[in-house]
């Protein structure tokens, strides 16, 4: 039987790719030399049945179409230059349908100062964005560059979208799956402060730091460290979820997580939530104090 997609994931997709041409960059973005700095390009694919919850708006699904490419202009420390818009739509998507989206677009780009230079229509059984940002960084943050003994720290909140998905009422948990945010501030400081690593987090923490590894180097989260609420468990817990596995393997919170070697100089709300160690692991000290292993999962579009 002939191997399928589905068999082998989308990250073994792109190691395909990127052993095919020398000049990608295997980060969140490329990073092409320009003048005198970098350009900065990523571009994101977001399909209704796949990335949008049937509860998000069609203002939400623009804004979200740009969220996503920012998050990774945000995690090279990069300053935002321009996006690119491309949208396949039904035929009998209704025309006001399309203006909600459109505004969601231009809402997302006023709001994180990157304007619309372009992009493409076309027709699709259903709603697909595609969009591609562009931005200016003359050092960016990479996501394997981190050394032993840097902290490993995290922005925000982390797991807050992923119980969202799996709720309806209006709460902070779907407000976050249904109206995510890049940290692109949070971002250049970071890069400022002296970061040794980023990378947004958009495929679960788990995903990211296995992203993040390299040679000998692990990481070794505390869960303590984590912040976990009380609630965020006794949620979790009535839906009959794993508190953690949310936390660690969906993502779609596009926090950012990085490395540093001191963390005196950052101006930002961020946590401290472990170490890069020599292990070559990526581990978990449990508030019981049990270390276990985190497994290599997260979001995998090929897989339903």
Known sequence: MALKVSDIGEKELINYILSKSEDIVADDTA?????DTNLISTCDMLIASKHFPSRMSYFQMGFKSVTVNVSDLAAMGADPLGFLLSIALPKDLEVEHFKEIIDGVINACN????????GDTNEASEIIISGTALG?????????????????CITGDIGLAALGFNLNEDNIYTDKSLKPLARLKEGKIIKDAGATSATDITDGLASELYEMKRDSLGFMIHED????????????????????EL???VGEDFEL?????DVDDLDIDFK???????????????SNGEIKEIDNRGYNHYVS
């Open 225 to 244: 460290k984590l912040e976990i609420s009380d609630e965020f468990k006794e949620i979790s817990s009535k839906l009959e979820l794993d508190y953690l």
């Open 111 to 118: 709001y994180y100062n990157i304007p619309l230079i372009g």
């Open 272 to 286: 401290v939530i472990g170490e890069v160690n020599n292990s070559n692991k990526i581990q978990i000290t449990l």
């Open 257 to 261: 997580v990085f490395t540093v070697s």
């Open 31 to 35: 990073v092409t030399r320009f003048s």
């Open 247 to 249: 936390i660690l393997h």
């Open 136 to 152: 200016l960084c003359d050092n960016p943050l990479l996501k394997n560059t981190a050394n032993e003994g840097d902290f490993l």
